[in-house]
């Protein structure tokens, strides 16, 4: 699967989510090979889990078809910009790369916020980053759900 | 339960994860009224899980057993500072107190490195925060944990 597809499918994830209630995110977990290891969409509200985020349940889900805590060589492709707690957990899961749609300049940790994976400290940081990929498709979801939402 | 017996179950807890070649860190949440909501220990290699973090998972099953992903008004306890994945996370379960013990100046989140909680654009800070509790026994058990490791 190419990058552009997987984010297809990630924002198809994403307005699956909103038909449930959850905030529109999706994910998609590629392996070296460019196959789907693991999809997820937010399942915070369904799950009473508030670290039940699109990327997070989709390295979870990755790593355990793995049989490992690693996914060295993998891609991960979201809608929107990881929080910190997802930044975070992709250096904890060595994501080999990182593909993201929507820009997030209050609550994202890659090119907004703490930008985890500049800082010194990081022990892992993608070898690849690229932001912006749909971006205007996944920004339109997450709008449309917080209007629903206020209206 | 008192924050002082919690901090002594979080060692108790920890030991257990060394003994399973786990990191030994472990976690408590306490709720309004100081009973035990949770317990976990890190489980990131039985569960081929690089986000099984022992504070994660307590708030996780603490959320699942209030049947609601927020925690307001509970109390976490855990043995080591929080990472930026777990302090964020801390911050989307809404925890009202954060007890931990043993300082990390490498991999912290909460009095090194990014400092989350004291970003503005945090969206929910715990009321209280106090660190260093029990913290040499906390410390003395990833520094034997590593030492074995290594040797």
Same mark, same amino acid.
């Given at each position: 699967?190419? &990058?552009?597809?997987?984010?297809?499918?990630?924002l198809s994830l994403a307005k699956e989510a909103a038909q449930m209630g959850e905030v529109p995110v999706g994910a998609v977990v590629l392996d070296e090979?460019? %196959?789907?290891?693991? +999809?997820?969409?937010?399942?915070?509200?369904?799950g009473h889990d508030a670290s039940a985020h699109a990327e997070l349940l989709a390295m979870r889900r990755a790593a355990v078809k793995r049989g490992s805590?690693?996914? &060295?060589?993998? &891609?991960?492709? +979201?809608?929107?910009?990881?929080?910190?707690? !997802?930044?975070? *957990?992709?250096?904890?899961?060595?994501?080999?790369?990182?593909?993201?749609? *929507?820009?997030?300049?209050?609550?994202? *940790?890659?090119?907004?916020?703490?930008?985890?994976?500049?800082?010194?400290? !990081?022990?892992?940081?993608?070898?690849?980053?690229?932001?912006? +990929?749909?971006?205007?498709?996944?920004?339109?979801?997450?709008?449309?759900?917080? %209007?629903?939402?206020?209206?």
């Open positions: 699967m190419t &990058t552009q597809i997987a984010m297809q499918k990630a090979n460019g %196959h789907v290891l693991a +999809v997820a969409h937010n399942e915070v509200e369904i805590p690693r996914l &060295t060589g993998c &891609t991960l492709v +979201v809608t929107l910009e990881p929080c910190p707690m !997802c930044a975070a *957990a992709i250096t904890h899961f060595r994501i080999g790369r990182l593909i993201y749609g *929507a820009y997030d300049p209050k609550g994202g *940790a890659v090119d907004h916020g703490p930008r985890l994976f500049q800082r010194e400290a !990081c022990l892992h940081r993608p070898s690849d980053i690229i932001s912006g +990929v749909c971006e205007r498709d996944a920004a339109q979801q997450l709008k449309e759900f917080f %209007h629903q939402l206020r209206s």
